[in-house]
């Protein structure tokens, strides 16, 4: 890579347009986004995990703001992958840029399964295959801990599709960079680094934590450095592109990932803050690098 | 459907109307023209990088050029609004959710818990005419309504009648009504849902109030538990809902 | 435990004083700290990273602050275990609070040997064993990454020292909860919980990192819900009691760790602004308590 | 060795002397009694949350009740320090480190380059008489020394000589002084060092700098190469160096 770095607008072969990409899970299926009109400066849009079953997801509630970062205990909400074929890829038909769908399982064959019901769809480009929720059926880790787990997804997911797809690493734990090689060897397009670091908060005056699930996802524009790092690490150690995600909140914060060797950059809790928060990253790229 | 956009709003006006208690009044003209009763607005409560969310607040009102908030500093993002001054201008995403199911030429009774009456100066300039019941701990806590008809019961009896919001209410005044606003902390609103016998319960409509990520749909992070199982969304669906939509036991018990 | 939690004086059977532990790396081995006077609130001091032979430590720059919080790449500076035996413990010997030993080693067995060598002196108390540096005979990743090396390691330093010894965790790969049993299985009469997150900084016009090591140690006040979740989820799994370590700048942080089941509380990088910290927190606790 | 201690310090006056260039008067009478030329203080920039770390800055002199820092905003951290306000009180630890070792009545000869030169006025005033040259890159670099014999250049000649400040070494100076003190940016220090004969390096030292943490000697975060090998610590074992001391091949690769 030549520095200082120009801002990348292609990914997969594909023309993105911008390299920020909206995380999963903060973006619902791009219909919201439709209505708001903030898809400005979008590069791809990930849908939140889809599962082969509905989920109700986890009892209120669901966030806490921390003093420095936000709390989220979601827990996988979704309608299940047949309602979301029928009812929600034909609205998200109209995105004016690629969509990526996030599939999650509790069991190595879900994933595939859940894949293997959206290949009737045309609407999407590809996969992020999310293997940072706990393995139900096989003691609760999370999948992407174990290389040869990830393997076997990834291997299972390549079987039922020839789109792209990559891979969304857990940093809760394994070594990430055995994990990448793991899902690449699988067949992965490429590697998403990474998921939501635990964290938890609790009130000390009666020992309890707001959120029910305890342990919940914590984001944070305080953890870039750590995700940076990681990038770092994954992006030497494996040959398809990675795309970051967590940390972002400037336009000078997606370049830093670009260097630290991302090709796509993905922007989530931001959006809580700043639905239209791609156009204003890509204004400020712009602006920094003179583009 | 109102159109949602994501405005820069001049502080018109800013003042303390009760202790801890907040009005500002903002500008924008679009708000105006697009805004419904019960709708909410997401407000950027600071320019700095934290808190990393917004922080949802009713429109009490809407005035000639805006439209006027009304809330209770509770924590840091309310502190951080407190300090909004004159002059200033707020990132405001709005107008969100969906409000009061108004229907014409209906008759209103409304009941409100605290700073829960707050958005029910926007109902009752819209609807014209409505009955209000409202309860407080205190005078301190009685939010100022402009109202042909307002009841007032504190805790304390500092002001009205003494005792809870429940006891103002009565089968003529349910019967009359042919819709029924309920506003407050969960526990007043149960408390008034298990009071109106079943036959006027099909009149009720909640506002509810979920901690919120987004405001406008994506996140799911506000979910309220409703009857039929599972949950809507308080940002999108609500905040406000038909009464028998909620399911109140598991509500309850997020402890929100 | 019952809630509102009470401020912890003892520990180890001994009298702390205090619940606040001042971290590795951040307190010298105490001397500094005698002429400062600044031992108030200080329950116990934990000293920097002692390896068998003298440490020259990384090239500078070794500290980079970030915007939320600091990088740090100090490479194990110290002058060797024969000198701190000699040289420093006994001037460490005015302390007016217990010391632990932070040792670290690049190999199973240089740990029972640093442990051996200081067996002579009676100035500190016990050892806290730095499982997260890279095992350099053993490939590089950190010892803590591998429950059964955790295991070796814990088993050495049992076998040469009959002091109570605390085993320091990474967060950076592998699985914490399984580390800290075989902490516990290998006789480890503590588990600190944890070494620092693996961070980096890069410049994004020209492609450089700072630090010359690249990858740092990152610590910052908003990575405490990661500690409180990591505290919380070794305290359940483990019999013996968990020293945090990392996140706290306020009184509430340490009641709020104490609360997730922590027994001691340790803090570092608060100490680079305020080097009265223990005091300062304890001060904070005591009115918050109502103590 | 002087007393370190945290004190609550007074800001009795704040102006922008040159451009970027602030002038801070604090009040500690302590520090009067215990501060020696060449030693800094650690500040708090903000009594927030970040910057996680203090700011390392050189006293520049004492006065009456207390001293005067004199600082270049290049960062966060010291633009707070520049919005500092007189009233305000601010957290500083002082007076650290190892300053210039002032043996009673020698003649001194002063190098420094741009804002290397704070600090060069406490050590002026302790030892009486002193020759200066002073290097900036232009005149709205030349900060304001009070000396009996002071000869500046700029780089772009808009005060004094043209060129650099080691044209100014002439070896009549050096042979006259008992001791050199230099202070700068390290590719300046460095290009005075080689400048200066071997015969008179013994005389010389120089004020190192440090990207720091703790600043008293508890982190190892401030290494700085020394010729012997390894490294010495800037806040405590400096962050005056005898000049023979430092390892300037590694210290420029450090790129500080
Ligand atoms: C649709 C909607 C409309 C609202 N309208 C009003 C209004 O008109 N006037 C008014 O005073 N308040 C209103 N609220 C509540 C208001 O949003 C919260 O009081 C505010 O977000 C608290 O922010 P904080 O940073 O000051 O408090 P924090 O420091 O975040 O928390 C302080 C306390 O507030 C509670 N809280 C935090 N966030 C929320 C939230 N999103 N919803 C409910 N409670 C929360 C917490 O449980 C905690 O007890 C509304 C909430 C919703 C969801
Ligand atoms: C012993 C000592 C005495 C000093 N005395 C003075 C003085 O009298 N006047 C003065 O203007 N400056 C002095 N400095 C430098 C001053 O400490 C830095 O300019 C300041 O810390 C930068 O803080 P910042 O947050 O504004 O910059 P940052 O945003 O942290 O960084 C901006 C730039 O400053 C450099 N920098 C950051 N921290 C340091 C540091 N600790 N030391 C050196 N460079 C750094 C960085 O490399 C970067 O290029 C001294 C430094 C030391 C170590
Ligand atoms: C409210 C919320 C919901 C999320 N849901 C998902 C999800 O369904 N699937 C997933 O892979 N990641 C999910 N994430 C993680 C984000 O996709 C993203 O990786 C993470 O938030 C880090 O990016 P950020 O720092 O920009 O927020 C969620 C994050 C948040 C905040
Ligand atoms: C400058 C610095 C040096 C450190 N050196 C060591 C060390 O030698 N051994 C060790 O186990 N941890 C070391 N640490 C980690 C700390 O002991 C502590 O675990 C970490 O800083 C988290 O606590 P904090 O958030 O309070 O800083 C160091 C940390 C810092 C900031
Ligand atoms: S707050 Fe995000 S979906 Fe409602
Ligand atoms: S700055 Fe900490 S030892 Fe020098």
Redesign the interface.
């Known amino acids: 890579?030549s520095?200082?770095?120009s801002i990348p607008r292609k990914f997969w072969g594909v023309d993105f347009n911008s390299p920020v990409m909206l995380a999963s899970?903060?973006?619902?299926f791009g219909e919201?986004?439709l209505?708001?009109q903030?898809l400005s400066g979008v590069g791809a849009v990930v849908s939140?995990a889809v599962t082969f079953k509905s989920r109700?997801?986890n009892?209120?509630?669901?966030?806490?703001?921390?003093?420095?970062?936000?709390?989220?205990s979601?827990g996988l909400?979704n309608p299940g992958v047949h309602h979301v074929l029928e009812h929600i890829l034909p609205v998200a038909a109209d995105l004016p840029c690629p969509l990526l769908i996030n599939v999650a399982g509790e069991s190595v064959e879900e994933f595939a399964s859940v894949v293997s019901v959206l290949e009737e769809s045309r609407v999407h480009l590809g996969y992020e295959i999310n293997v940072s929720c706990p393995n139900v059926a096989d003691g609760g880790?999370a999948f992407g801990?174990d290389p040869e787990v990830v393997l076997r997804v990834a291997q299972g997911v390549s079987r039922v599709t020839s789109r792209p797809f990559s891979v969304k690493l857990t940093p809760n734990?394994?070594?990430?960079v055995q994990s990448a090689r793991a899902a690449v060897e699988g067949g992965a397009s490429a590697v998403t680094v990474c998921n939501t670091?635990?964290?938890?908060?609790?009130?000390?005056?009666?020992?309890?934590s707001?959120l029910k699930r305890?342990?919940a996802g914590?984001?944070?524009?305080?953890?870039?450095?750590?995700v940076?790092?990681?990038v770092?690490?994954v992006s030497n150690a494996v040959s398809v592109p990675v795309i970051s995600s967590g940390g972002v909140?400037k336009g000078?914060d997606v370049?830093?990932l670009?260097?630290?060797g991302a090709r796509m950059v993905q922007v989530g809790?931001?959006?809580?803050?700043?639905?239209?928060a791609a156009g204003e990253l890509m204004a400020e790229m712009k602006k920094l690098t003179g583009e | 459907m109102s159109v949602i956009r994501d405005y820069d709003c001049l502080v018109k006006h800013s003042e303390q109307v009760l202790p801890g208690v907040i009005r500002i009044v903002f500008e924008c003209m679009e708000m105006v023209s697009n805004a419904l009763p019960g709708q909410f607005v997401q407000i950027e409560p600071s320019t700095g990088t934290f808190p990393v969310t917004r922080r949802p607040i009713t429109i009490n009102r809407l005035t000639d050029d805006g439209f006027e908030l009304l809330f209770d500093v509770v924590g840091r993002g309310t502190e951080l609004m407190g300090e909004m001054r004159t002059g200033e201008t707020v990132r405001i995403l709005g107008p969100l959710g969906r409000g009061w199911m108004v229907h014409p030429d209906s008759t209103w009774l409304l009941v409100g818990g605290g700073l829960g009456a707050a958005g029910f100066q926007f109902l009752i300039d819209t609807v014209g005419s409505a009955k209000v019941l409202i309860g407080a701990s205190s005078s301190r806590r009685v939010i100022p309504l402009e109202s042909l008809s307002c009841t007032v019961a504190t805790e304390d009896g500092s002001t009205g009648e003494t005792g809870l919001v429940t006891a103002l209410i009565s089968r003529d005044l349910l019967e009359e009504a042919d819709s029924i606003a309920v506003c407050g902390p969960v526990a007043m609103m149960e408390a008034v849902w298990n009071t109106i016998p079943s036959m006027y319960r099909d009149k009720v409509q909640v506002s509810t109030e979920s901690r919120m990520g987004c405001g406008w749909g994506v996140c799911d992070g506000c979910s309220i538990p409703v009857s039929s199982g599972g949950y809507k969304k308080c940002c999108k669906d609500g905040p406000v809902f038909p009464g028998s939509d909620i399911d109140w036991k598991r509500w309850k018990e997020a402890g929100l």
């Open positions: 890579m520095y200082p770095p899970g903060t973006a619902g919201e986004l209505d708001l903030c939140k109700e997801g009892p209120p509630p669901r966030l806490l703001e921390t003093p420095y970062g936000l709390l989220n979601i909400a880790a801990v734990g394994g070594d990430m670091f635990l964290g938890m908060q609790i009130d000390w005056e009666t020992g309890r707001i305890k342990v914590y984001t944070s524009p305080a953890l870039l450095p750590l940076v790092a990681r770092w690490q909140s000078e370049l830093q670009l260097a630290a809790t931001r959006l809580m803050r700043r639905p239209f």
